[in-house]
Structure formats: structure tokens, C-alpha cells
T-cell receptor, first 112, second 114 residues
Framework: DQQVKQNSPSLSVQEGRISILNCDYT??????FLWYKKYPAEGPTFLIS?????DKNEDGRFTVFLNKSAKHLSLHIVPSQPGDSAVYFC???????????FGGGTRLMVKP | EAQVTQNPRYLITVTGKKLTVTCSQN?????MSWYRQDPGLGLRQIYY???????DKGDVPEGYKVSRKEKRNFPLILESPSPNQTSLYFC?????????????FGQGTRLTVV
């Protein structure tokens, strides 16, 4: 059973608008969360992360929100740009370990 | 240039023929890991290594072996590949653990076992 789920396989957004990518998890021991972006024929690249002691982390156009009670996190991209079109993976880990559990990914398409 | 290099990028092989996928990083990272990516399942961790001669199983280690004889290299070995190991494989490295900070990924190896 997948402990990290991204229920939307794809998302299409107009350039300049907000993109919201969602991620749900079931393991209450997860205490650190990361987002990775992946372009075709390339490896994933790190985007942003958040510790469970926070509920928000911001880096330029990217903001991650964490709702621990709902076991839900979301990535907001504002404003969305065509270059943001990629597959986005959320990942989680517990207790300073070295094991990362990934969600299935969401393909974001930003239309010009 | 800081990078993680995997070879080969593409490989088609037959069931049962041993193969090795190499991974090398030039960032002096202590931590390295192998993942496989399958549609709808995201990336799943196969094995990871915290330093030379220190390795541990991830979520899906069955059918795979690894070794870490040098800090920069972390090869993935399939002793007897089967069709269910057809997948896209990624190697990653990090300097402060793989799950608490940015990990650097290779470009991937697409393996087909027929």
C-alpha cells in the first residue's frame, strides 16, 4: 500500500496562473517532506522541502504547505511558467533516516 | 561540473544474463542510493549506502545487489534479471543523508529485460 499518494496524475494550468499540486500521506511518523521536479530524459532535481515543525516554506515562486492533522501537503507555483511543465514528485522520510518514500508523481502542463 | 553519472543509459538484455549498471559521483558525497521508477508508483528505493562498505536495503531490494568499495562508485548488480525488473533506474547521492536534504540524481538507465 502506497504511503505517499499524489491523486492527480496530471494538471493543466494557464501561464501566469497558480498551480497547486497535492500530496497525501498515511504514515504519521513522516517528519520531513520534499518536492522533486523531473523533465523527460533527465533525473529528478530537488525543488523545495519542509520539516514537520513548520507549516509553510517559501522559495521564490514555490511554496509548500503542510497540514499535519490532515496528513496533506501541497506545492503552490505562482505564477506558473511554461518551463515549469514537468512531472512533480513529493517524497517523505521519517526520523532522520535515509529512506525516501515517493508519491506516484503529477504531470504539470503550463500552457502559454 | 558536479554530477552523478550512470552507464549505460539504455540497455536491453535477456532473462538470466547478469548485468551491472554503474554509478559514479564527483561530489565526494557519503550517501548514495538506487531507485527504480515505474508508472504510477513513483520512485522506489532499492538500496542505499551511507559510506564505503556500508549498505542497506530499501523498499524493493529483491533481485538486486550493490557494493560500495569506493566512495565515488555505487554499482547496481542484477545477477539474474527477470522481465519484472524492466524499469527506469536512477542513482542518487547526497552529502548529509538522502532524505533530509537535496539529493543529486543521475540521468537514468532504461532497462528492458526480455
Amino acid at each position: 500500500d502506497q504511503q505517499v499518494k499524489q491523486n492527480s496524475p496530471s494538471l493543466s494550468v494557464q501561464e501566469g496562473r497558480i498551480s497547486i499540486l497535492n500530496c497525501d500521506y498515511t504514515n504519521s511518523m513522516f517528519d520531513y517532506f520534499l518536492w522533486y521536479k523531473k523533465y523527460p530524459a533527465e533525473g529528478p532535481t530537488f525543488l523545495i522541502s519542509i520539516s514537520s515543525i513548520k507549516d509553510k516554506n517559501e522559495d521564490g515562486r514555490f511554496t509548500v504547505f503542510l497540514n499535519k492533522s490532515a496528513k496533506h501537503l501541497s506545492l503552490h507555483i505562482v505564477p506558473s511558467q511554461p518551463g515549469d511543465s514537468a512531472v512533480y514528485f513529493c517524497a517523505a522520510s521519517e526520523n532522520a533516516g535515509n529512506m525516501l518514500t515517493f508519491g506516484g508523481g503529477t504531470r504539470l502542463m503550463v500552457k502559454p | 561540473e558536479a554530477q552523478v553519472t550512470q552507464n549505460p543509459r539504455y540497455l536491453i538484455t535477456v532473462t538470466g544474463k547478469k548485468l551491472t549498471v554503474t554509478c559514479s559521483q564527483n561530489m565526494n558525497h557519503e550517501y548514495m542510493s538506487w531507485y527504480r521508477q515505474d508508472p504510477g508508483l513513483g520512485l522506489r528505493q532499492i538500496y542505499y549506502s551511507m559510506n564505503v562498505e556500508v549498505t542497506d536495503k530499501g523498499d524493493v531490494p529483491e533481485g538486486y545487489k550493490v557494493s560500495r568499495k569506493e566512495k565515488r562508485n555505487f554499482p547496481l548488480i542484477l545477477e539474474s534479471p527477470s522481465p519484472n525488473q524492466t524499469s527506469l533506474y536512477f542513482c542518487a547521492s547526497g552529502d548529509r543523508g538522502l532524505a533530509r536534504t537535496e539529493a543529486f540524481f543521475g540521468q537514468g538507465t532504461r532497462l528492458t529485460v526480455v
